[in-house]
């Protein structure tokens, strides 16, 4: 097994913890989890920092109701985050015209993440979340190699398939020595209308099962809710817009686990 190389990282300065949020199969929640755990990180006092490390496929202005081009701060070579929720964030879809495709090799994809990382004035941050896109490629090595991750959160439904991906995901990050945080099992069931029944479309239970194989803390489930999928369309993450919301409920258990396991 080849050993990632990790002599590169160097602190962002001002920024005190960085977590990753990442997923082995695309479409999982990984975007919905960042921009909600980030609201309730923020609602709990810390200074958070959001930067969407999809490149190709960025959805976090979207989904924090944000289109403002991040400026350069005259006389330097930073660029200055948007604010949105109380939050600092950054996005290729704050740099590029809404709606043109990033077509870009792996070496340019690199050298963007490492200016997210190191050309942002990210200020005194508690915590910098890092949104990831699918998978265990160019962008996870870049910031596996040079990000100082504090560690990495998985995201990942009940379903077979997803859960098959965990493992690789909990892989890549053991090669490169980055701690894992702990498994979010999202999707985890669903409470249709008006009928109170609870069922389990993609599965019951697996998301535990993985993490204790895996030896991984779990760090919760979060149910299927409408209002993740309306607050993310509309621009405010459901945590703020629908406090009372299952999923709003659950994330702010979610957030506790993660916070006695960043202090
Ligand atoms: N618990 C949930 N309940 C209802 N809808 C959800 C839930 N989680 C995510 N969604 C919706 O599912 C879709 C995919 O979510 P999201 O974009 O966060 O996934 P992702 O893992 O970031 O995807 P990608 O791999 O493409 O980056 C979105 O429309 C989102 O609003
Ligand atoms: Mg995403």
């Not at 005190?16 to 990180?41: D, E, F, I, R, Y």
């Not at 493992?167 to 099992?185: D, K, N, W, Y």
């Amino acid at each position: 097994m080849t050993q990632v190389q990790t002599h590169e990282r160097q602190a962002i300065p001002g920024v005190k913890q960085t977590v990753a949020v990442s997923s082995g199969k695309g479409g999982v929640g990984k975007s919905t989890m960042s921009v909600n755990l980030a609201v309730a990180l923020a609602a709990q006092g810390l200074s958070v920092g959001l930067m969407d490390t999809d490149i190709y496929g960025p959805n976090i202005p979207g989904m924090m109701g944000v289109s403002e081009r991040p400026e350069v701060i005259p006389g330097t070579q930073s660029i200055r985050p948007v604010e949105a929720h109380g939050l600092s964030l950054i996005s290729m879809g704050l740099l590029v015209e809404p709606g043109v495709p990033v077509i870009w090799r792996g070496p340019m994809l690199a050298k963007m993440v490492s200016q997210f990382l190191f050309s942002v004035a990210w200020g005194d941050l508690d915590v910098l979340l890092l949104d990831l896109p699918p998978g265990t490629g160019d962008v996870q090595l870049t910031l596996t190699q040079m990000a100082p991750l504090t560690g990495a959160v998985i995201v990942t439904t009940p379903s077979t398939l997803a859960l098959e991906d965990v493992g690789r995901g909990v892989q890549m990050f053991r090669q490169s020595e980055v701690p894992i945080l702990g498994l979010i099992e999202n999707m985890s069931s669903f409470v249709c209308d008006g009928c109170d029944k609870q069922s389990y479309p993609f599965g019951h239970g697996g998301g535990a099962a993985a993490a204790g194989t895996l030896g991984i803390p779990f760090l919760g489930t979060i149910p299927l809710d409408i209002n993740l999928r309306t607050g993310a369309d509309d621009g405010t993450p459901a945590f703020l817009s629908r406090p009372q919301a299952p999923a709003s409920i659950a994330m702010r258990g979610i957030c506790r686990s993660l916070l006695e396991r960043l202090v």
